[in-house]
């Protein structure tokens, strides 16, 4: 069963196309969504939005995220699409507060303040816990809110650790540590052009001694 047989399988009451044509497909990727978002199966639902845009170019519809078939002429179109798609389904995880799942688009997209927003807003619990550790990977390991994460780490496990993860997080990044002060800065894509803030900067930031 392809990719595309399956999501129209798990549609209720099931519906297939009678013919090929865009129209045809339109009305099945319209009951596509609706049972999709009914279902709040929102990762499906980025799929489904993009072989709609495939089926507006008349592309097939296989491989929905690829830019396989898809003309040069028509690339830049078809990456708007793409990151709308993104935006709108970051967004409904968002309202669910699944707020690693809403990052993994708008990381995509370049967008971090959403989720820094979201995370900032959220009460942390104070003891160790899996909620907490959801947070704190979220945060700093996966780049969401480095400075949140990093507040965290300091007042769970002292300055030393904290430190200790700055130097880590810095050896993930090809370019030095220049890249990480960036993010430290910004919160944002260490491909930005900003100023990068010097170490000390940083301490201060997190009220580190």
Known sequence: MTEIESFFSRLSPPVRPQTGNVTDRDAVLDALEATLMERQEY????????????NRMKLPLAQPTSL???????????????????????????????????WAYYRTVGEPEPVRKALEALTIPEEPGHERDEIL??????????????RMLL???????????????MARFSQGGDQILLLLQTGNSPLQQRQPLQLGAVRGRLDID
């Open 43 to 54: 990762h499906r639902l980025f799929d489904a939005k993009l072989m709609r845009v495939r």
């Open 137 to 150: 990977n979220l945060a700093l390991y996966e780049g969401a809110h480095v400075i949140l994460g990093l």
């Open 155 to 169: 007042k769970s496990n002292g300055t030393c650790n904290t430190i200790t993860a700055i130097g880590q997080l």
């Open 68 to 102: 396989n078939h898809v003309p040069k002429e028509k690339e830049d179109e078809f990456r708007d699409a793409d990151f709308a798609a993104a935006r709108e389904v970051g967004s409904l995880f968002l309202k669910d507060q699944r707020l690693a799942d809403a």
